[in-house]
Nanobody
Framework: VQLLESGGGLVQIGGSLRLSCAASGRTFSRDDMAWFRQAPGKERQFVAA???????FYSPSVKGRFTASRDNDESTLHLQMNNLNTEDAGVYYC????????????????????WGQGTQVTVSF
């Protein structure tokens, strides 16, 4: 199983980036997938989750600015990030939850079974 993130880079405050996560190694169409981020010296933080059949969830800090989506045909997860600010900087990780069933905390890193290596997002003045 492999998750490969791409699309990170350097952007100015107010700019946009689109991250992608290509999944391979198993069938992901019914999995819940998520984006997390981690700034230096801080814990990994939930950003957004795209669940199978339930909906999409966002951290309050990104709601209205970020849009998470998935393309099941291509087993790809995306994160469109608009109006970026310095608090959005960090390494962004894609995560996959292969366990099925409702009623779990989408923001909990321990609920996810597979992780990508991350892609760096830097936001400058």
């Amino acid at each position: 199983v492999q998750l490969l993130e791409s699309g990170g880079g350097l952007v100015q405050i107010g700019g946009s980036l689109r991250l992608s996560c290509a999944a391979s190694g198993r069938t992901f169409s019914r999995d819940d997938m998520a984006w997390f981020r981690q700034a230096p010296g801080k814990e990994r933080q939930f950003v957004a989750a795209v669940t199978w059949g339930v909906g999409t969830f966002y951290s309050p800090s990104v709601k209205g600015r970020f849009t998470a989506s998935r393309d099941n045909d291509e087993s790809t997860l995306h994160l469109q990030m608009n109006n970026l600010n310095t608090e959005d900087a960090g390494v962004y990780y894609c995560a996959d939850r292969s366990r099925y069933g409702p009623n779990y905390d989408v923001t909990n890193t321990e609920e996810y079974d597979y992780w990508g290596q991350g892609t760096q997002v830097t936001v400058s003045f």
